[in-house]
């Protein structure tokens, strides 16, 4: 399943910005779906996630407050909702769904199967 993460960009520091991921011809129903981001000669790291029943979601502290992720299971989408960017939010920003059927939200992303391609979100100060 090749998911497609969209959205990113260049913004000011304090600005705003959404992020979508889509599963085309999948779905996203069954599936725990997360955010992961990659700064440059950084490891990747776990943003937030939401449940398969998108009845829990789970953020990262430092996004804590700031970010927003949801599923809109009719369009089949994820989405994440970034607020308030600051510079060190500049990454590579990708998507992942879980391979397994009504599994929980981890945060380690070796537990997800299948990948967006990513999209960039640089935070100008």
């Known amino acids: 399943v090749q998911l497609q993460a969209s959205g990113g960009g260049l913004v000011l520091a304090g600005d705003s910005l959404g992020l979508s991921c889509l599963a085309p011809g999948r779905t996203f129903g069954n599936y725990a779906v997360g955010w992961f981001r990659q700064a440059p000669g950084k490891e990747r790291e776990f943003v937030a996630g939401v449940s398969w029943s998108a009845q829990y979601t789970i953020y990262a502290d430092f996004v804590k407050g700031r970010f927003t992720i949801s599923r809109d299971k009719a369009a089949n989408t994820v989405s994440l909702q970034m607020n308030s960017l600051k510079p060190e939010d500049t990454a590579v920003y990708y998507c992942?769904?879980?391979?397994?059927?009504?599994?929980?939200?981890?945060?380690?992303?070796?537990?997800?199967?299948?990948w967006g391609q990513g999209t960039l979100v640089t935070v100008s100060s």
């Open positions: 992942a769904r879980r391979g397994q059927r009504f599994a929980q939200i981890e945060t380690h992303d070796h537990f997800y199967d299948h």
